[in-house]
């Protein structure tokens, strides 16, 4: 017998499945309602998505939002703009300099639509998303933000991953750095 994991679930499972279906109703009624849209249109957004944006993982990431046109709810409390606004409270992004996924240069792009109502930092680390590798500075600056609401001065702050991190056993974060800047293998 195959385990649950890799066993085949028929569309009949999937959609009597209340864990897999709620994942489509938690990505799709707070997506754009584009009703009407053909899966040609999809595919086609998801390809240009791949060519333009992200080239390592656009093409796997798009696909559980495939299905979001043909969902029939919208979330009613969804803000879907004017987002020059001053906000109530100001924002703390994060970003890896070295996000195969979620880029940079896209966390840059918000921070200036936001104005001054964020502030972006930077981790100088490889990874999706900031919690991969640990950082003193970085947890500095969220202690700050959710204690006090205190933010950076402006849009500069770099920090570094921590060197002494052990990622496996008898390799730390900066004997990788080394082996990497060596042009070793670790």
Known sequence: MLSPIRRRHSKRDIISDPQ????????CTDSVDRRGTSMVDVFNEIINTTRTTS??????YPSPW??????????????????NKTLANKVLMLSNTLDPVTSL?????V????????????LAALGHSTIQLPSKCLDAIKLAYFINGTLPNDNDTLCQADTDHE????V???AILNALSAGKSV
């Not at 990622?167 to 008898?170: A, V």
């Open 20 to 27: 897999s279906i709620s994942l489509f109703g938690i990505r």
């Open 55 to 60: 080239h390592i993982v656009g093409a796997c």
């Open 66 to 83: 495939a299905v979001c046109p043909l969902w029939p709810f919208r979330a009613v409390e969804r803000y879907q703009g004017p987002f």
């Open 105 to 109: 240069s896209g966390a840059e792009a």
């Open 111 to 122: 921070a200036r639509a936001a104005g001054d109502n964020a502030r972006l930092v930077r």
């Open 167 to 170: 990622i496996f056993k008898g």
């Open 172 to 174: 730390n974060t900066e």
